[in-house]
């Protein structure tokens, strides 16, 4: 299946080349999860605060489908 990905801020660094404008097109296996995914592309999970699939909160073990568009956030600081 084919995903679209994108990366926010400090996580960009764990994929050499990525570029935040177009993302990444990467293909995975049916089945695969978002935390799967993450792991495919080299993403400490511990990093990883919120995934996002097609604009909505959902859990790092939600199931993927073709077409989706999956970002990954770390945690986000403030004050």
Not at 12 to 22: K, Q, S
Not at 64 to 78: I, K, M, N, Q
């Amino acid at each position: 299946m084919h995903l679209t990905v994108k990366l926010s801020t400090t996580l960009r660094d764990h994929v050499p080349g990525y570029n935040p404008e177009e993302g990444l097109r990467v293909d995975m296996p049916e089945g695969s999860t978002a935390e799967r995914l993450a792991c495919r592309l080299g993403l400490p999970l511990q990093d990883i605060k919120i995934v996002m699939i097609n604009g909505r909160q959902r859990k790092a073990d939600d199931l993927l489908r073709d077409g989706d568009r999956v970002a990954f956030f770390p945690a986000v600081g403030g004050g």
